[in-house]
């Protein structure tokens, strides 16, 4: 059983889906701050508005301004961060198919390249050469 199991873990597959994973998780660290970082201060700035703060309150204990100080007060509904979460999302899903849609690109260009010609099989190499120095001979 131990045996199979050590086969199992160390099949290529496996290994390079574990190798994906690894670099998934940090490419979606960098798509993270790309949207935390640049996009979405632009998208507050433009708005002048902060999702993030946008809630209800759900009893009549709930009367802070600011979203951490209104969740101590009681249960709140933060519909602002759901909105942050989707626009994220949104964003995420656009970038990453902007980089599969330019992966596709490369790989038809590669495709449609065409291949280097052949060297003709021995056999026929060989008799040409003969024909030149056959003519060689006559002329």
């Known amino acids: 059983m131990l045996k199979e199991f050590k086969e199992f873990a160390l099949k290529g597959n496996v290994i390079d ?4 994973v690894v670099i998934g998780a940090s490419f979606g660290r960098i798509v993270d701050s790309l949207v935390q970082d640049i996009i979405m201060p632009f998208i507050g700035a433009l708005g002048g508005v902060d999702f993030s703060n946008y809630f209800f309150g759900l009893n009549r204990a709930v009367t802070a301004p600011v979203l951490d100080e209104a969740k101590k007060q009681g249960a709140v509904l933060a519909y602002g961060n759901f909105v942050t979460v989707a626009i994220n999302f949104l964003i ?48």
Do not use: H, Y
């Open 92 to 139: 995420i899903a656009f970038v990453l198919f902007l980089v599969v849609k330019g992966i596709n690109q490369l790989k038809r260009k590669a495709e449609a390249a065409p291949p280097p010609p052949a060297a003709p099989p021995a056999d026929v190499a060989l008799l040409t050469e003969i024909r030149d120095l056959l003519k060689q001979k006559n002329a």
């Open 17 to 20: 889906l574990a190798i994906g």
